[in-house]
């Protein structure tokens, strides 16, 4: 009789990358202070503008997301080289809350290219500073479990060659 393939198991997602980013508050008054909206409509989306300086004290906002935009750039391994730039990267907020991270053009390429399907992002201010740390994450990871056998890892449709162990 034949046997049937073993379940795929699925597993969580891979640490590609990770990036942190500090800035110091000033900076960012400075650059408000110096070019306005052209540095505003430069760095920020609409949606992110629009969401900082609603608050009564946008800079902190401002700056955390400036230092999401650094740490992302970080987990792509680009800076602001090959055509990423801060317009490509949007911090989101889901309903309650959390930030997330949106990549369009250029940024969202890299990102493919990497095998990066999504980020964790976490953002803090103070009186002084700012930080994000972000997360770039691979997967989804499916292993097709077998007893012992040469098999495929999929990392989006990447096969690796990986060996499993026998687990009792």
Do not use: N
């Not at 369009?104 to 980020?119: C, K, L, P, S, Y």
Request: include cysteine; proline fraction near 7%; glycine fraction near 10%.
């Amino acid at each position: 009789m034949p046997s049937l393939p073993a379940p795929e198991k699925s597993l969580p997602p891979v640490i590609v990358a990770v990036g942190v980013d500090l800035i110091e508050l000033h900076r960012i008054e400075r650059l408000l202070d110096a070019e306005g909206e052209r540095f505003l409509a430069r760095v920020f989306t609409p949606a992110e503008r629009a969401y900082c300086l609603g608050k009564a004290m946008p800079v902190p906002s401002l700056a955390a997301r400036f230092a999401a935009k650094e740490a992302v750039m970080k987990c792509l391994g680009t800076g602001w080289t090959q055509g990423v730039g801060f317009g490509q990267i949007e911090v989101t907020r889901d309903a309650a809350g959390q930030p997330g991270i949106a990549l369009t053009g250029r940024a969202a390429e890299v990102a493919a290219a990497r095998a990066i399907t999504g980020f964790q992002v976490s953002l803090s201010h103070g009186e002084q500073s700012a930080v994000a740390f972000a997360v770039a994450l691979g997967g989804p990871v499916s292993v097709q479990a077998t007893t012992g056998r040469q098999d495929q890892i999929e990392i989006d449709g990447k096969a690796v060659a990986e060996r499993l162990r026998k687990h009792p």
